[in-house]
């Protein structure tokens, strides 16, 4: 057979491989207690046709005294897949992202990944969980040091709170390079001074947190430094706090000033931005979801005011998470209907439940499916009330399902990770659940059954 020959063939099969329907469902990571193999929590970026996929090895917690997350007993490290063809091969074996070494300190444990990849240089960056401290125990207090002239100064004392990793990759994912962050992001709600702190009891505002895990949302529209503007959520004891950063995660700010709470009984929580560049933050709750809007009264100085929080938990029209409380991805996408019109199309993705009712929250956490709704014109999205009806339902998967996420790939597909087929497992002294990591490529006409496609 010739050059010339050869080159045809393997040029067709490349047309044949691109032009191949993608698989329904991808098991990237999966779970096998017997061989003490655990995964939980997916994250997803994608750049183009290539897309990232992450999350949590607890392979090697030996007792999961909080409940698997960091402070168990055990090393956690965050893996990554990559797929350079918008999902229909993976690379054959895992890269260890952030790797959990060590018996204490920050390295014993990373988690809980928030991705995002710059649309302008493809710089990745990672946010994660760190440390030996769960979040349940996390306790920052004020340390009071004497000065030579009798005064006194106040710094904060993080030795047993949980820690706040930052990476960056710029080869694609091959290496990163990181530390720890904790200090900065306490300190933008504690500020240790003499006039705020009781020094009896030496405590703070904020004594636990860590990003939610997830996307970070890019703006499209704002660019106030050196990147388009970065937004995230930091769960705390205070709520669902909101944060954004305009140098690509180098320094951050709370969106809205310290003293604001967004939602005080949110939980894990995901923003978006809306078409007018505002911000729509979704919060977890206990059988549904708080939104709340960000308006600006100044975009560049990044001033404005929070609504009040409205709490979406109808069966009908709804997001209603029968009996459970789960992290979910809330994502906005340009369409245009049958009829020529265009719209934005809102997804949130949270695990439906089920009416039979468990003792086991693993049983509680199922169906995983993707709401959307329709925003037709601004008034579909003036306030937070917005969106609390007008929601139908797509179902991804009936078995027992949790966390998910998702991202708009080059193609304009949805690129969908999510935790399915869990397992209640007992490790040491307590409970875990353990999932295998899962991954489906959808269309928004799969997700709207035909009624819109997805229009830049």
């Given at each position: ?122 710089q990745l960056l990672l946010i994660c969980a760190s440390g030996d ?18 005064s006194y100064r106040y710094s904060l004392d993080l030795s047993r ?151 979406s938990t109808s069966l009908s029209g709804g997001t209603a998470g ?135």
């Open positions: 057979m010739n050059m010339k020959s050869l080159l045809l063939q393997a040029t067709t099969a490349v047309v044949l491989l691109s032009s191949a329907p993608l698989p329904a469902q991808q098991v990237l990571f999966k779970s096998q207690p017997d061989q003490h193999v655990h995964y939980r929590i997916p994250a997803i970026v994608a750049q183009g046709k290539t897309l990232w996929y992450f999350t949590d090895d607890r392979s090697q917690v030996t007792d999961a005294t909080a409940w698997g997350d960091i402070g168990s007993v055990g090393n956690i490290s965050i893996l990554c897949r990559k797929s350079t063809d918008g999902g229909r091969t993976w690379q054959p074996e895992p890269d260890i992202a952030i790797e959990g070494r060590g018996d204490s300190g920050f390295d014993r444990g990373h988690g809980d990944a928030a991705v995002v990849c710059d649309r302008k240089t493809g401290v769960s979040y349940g125990r996390s306790d920052v207090r004020v340390k009071r040091e004497g000065q030579l002239d009798g709170a949980q820690q706040v990793g930052r990476y960056y990759s710029s080869d694609g994912g091959r290496t990163w390079k990181g530390e720890n962050i904790a200090a900065d992001i306490y300190r933008l709600y504690n500020t240790a001074s003499a006039d705020t702190y009781d020094e009896g009891r030496g405590k703070v505002a904020v004594e636990r947190l860590f990003f939610a895990s997830g996307r970070i949302c890019q703006s499209r529209l704002i660019k106030a430094g050196t990147s388009y503007r970065l937004y995230a959520v930091l769960t705390t004891n205070q709520g669902s706090l909101v944060v954004f950063s305009d140098d690509f995660g180098g320094t951050w700010l709370p969106l809205g000033g310290a003293d604001a709470r967004p939602a005080p009984k949110g939980d894990e929580a995901k923003v978006e931005e809306l078409p007018d560049g505002r911000v729509l933050l979704s919060c977890r709750m206990l059988g549904g979801r708080y939104f709340n809007l960000f308006s600006y009264s100044s975009e560049k100085e990044a001033t404005g005011t929070w609504g009040s929080p409205a709490a029968q009996d459970n409380a789960t992290n979910g991805e809330i994502l906005i996408v340009p369409a245009m209907g049958k009829d020529k019109r265009r719209v934005h199309i809102a997804l949130q993705s949270i695990p439906f439940g089920n009416t039979k009712g468990s003792p086991r929250n693993v049983e509680r956490r199922s169906h995983v499916s993707i709401y959307w709704k329709v925003l037709a014109s601004p008034a579909d999205y003036a306030s937070p009330d917005c969106f609390l009806t007008g929601w139908t339902r797509h179902e991804v998967t009936a078995a027992n399902s949790a966390y998910s996420t998702m991202v708009l790939d080059g193609k304009g597909r949805i690129a969908f990770a999510y935790e399915d087929n869990g397992q209640q497992i007992r490790c040491g002294s307590q409970n875990m659940e353990v999932y295998d990591m899962t991954f489906q490529s959808l269309s928004l006409e799969d997700i709207t059954s035909g009624q819109y496609k997805y229009k830049k």
